[in-house]
């Protein structure tokens, strides 16, 4: 204590333990206030009654629950039951996983939201019919995001959760690197969504699934492009096809082909984004292990979540 405040800081800044003997109540007071001005998140146990200052000064202080004081007890934060130093590495390991299952929960949502704003984007961009009309995105967020982002609040802990270093209190909850995944996600699962619709419209197979079994007309891109023209188009004609149950519909007037007949596209995009959805909800288990370190099965209520919100 008789060292300069720049001296004591770098001996405190020095990695490894210390130990300090001797120490008054306000000597554990100013190491306490020192290490909060270094920006570090101070723990402090303690039982006696020279310890309640420096516990109540910590950023969370630790009273013996068995041997100590009242007084201790009073001024701190959380009490150890059982008295045992492992319970706070289990405390520790357990905040961690909740702040982890925060991040999952945020990574999931935000992920997919960003990929049905840009499917929206994408339609608007080109010039197409909407490949999904509200009640079938009100239906996306409200029924098959929400089971699966709910059960990723039950993930078990990271096999390296207490390997990993602690992180700044002024760490940002989604920094640049984390908001650009978000984007990347969204971006593929907007295209997917998107894609498919014009697939349908354009292509009579794609990768060997034959997309025209139906009897559809196809078009050009140009023309689905500039569908809001399409009565000035001369001799364009369109087939009947059959869509689910072996309905067939008719068209008296060819145009309504891209907006009373895109029943069956909307239906393929609205299953392509549902399930790159529930395998965007796999990806959310952890934020740096695979799925090979953080199986599926670790978390069974995910997988019924998938299940339920697949079904529906």
Not at 69 to 92: G, P, R, Y
Not at 102 to 108: D, E, L, P, S, V
Not at 178 to 191: A, K
């Amino acid at each position: 204590m008789a060292l300069s405040s720049s001296e004591q800081i770098e001996i405190l800044s020095k990695p490894g333990g210390k130990v300090f003997s001797r120490a008054e109540p306000k000597h554990k007071q100013e190491i306490v206030r020192m290490l909060k001005e270094m920006g570090e998140i101070v723990a402090m146990t303690g039982d006696g009654v020279n310890d309640a200052p420096a516990l109540k000064l910590a950023d969370i202080g630790i009273a013996m629950g068995i041997t100590g004081t009242e007084v201790a007890k009073e001024a701190s934060d959380m009490v150890l039951a059982d008295d045992n130093f492992s319970t706070i590495v289990s405390a520790v390991a357990e905040g961690r996983s909740i702040y982890n299952n925060m991040k999952a929960f945020i990574r999931y949502m935000i992920s997919s939201n960003v990929g049905e704003v840009i499917s929206i984007f994408l339609t608007a961009a080109l010039g197409i019919p909407e490949c999904m009309i509200p009640v079938q995105l009100l239906w996306v967020n409200l029924v098959t995001d929400g089971p699966p982002a709910t059960a990723l609040g039950f993930n078990p802990a990271d096999v390296d959760i207490m390997r990993k270093p602690p992180r700044k209190s002024d760490d940002a909850l989604i920094n640049t690197w984390v908001l650009f995944r978000y984007l990347v996600i969204g971006s593929y699962v907007g295209i997917a969504t998107v894609g498919i619709f014009v697939l349908w419209y354009t292509q009579a197979s794609f990768m060997g699934i034959d997309l025209a079994s139906d009897g559809h007309t196809l078009v050009e891109l140009s023309q689905l492009r500039n569908w809001g023209e399409c009565p000035s188009w001369s001799n364009f004609s369109v087939t009947p096809f059959t869509v689910g149950g072996g309905r067939l519909i008719t068209f008296s007037n060819p145009c309504d082909y891209f907006t009373l007949g895109k029943v069956k596209a909307m239906t393929l995009s609205l299953s392509v984004l549902v399930a790159i959805e529930m395998f965007n909800s796999l990806n959310a288990l952890s934020e740096d292990n695979s799925l090979i370190t953080m199986p599926p099965w670790r978390n069974p209520w995910l997988l019924v979540a998938i299940t339920c919100s697949s079904t529906g």
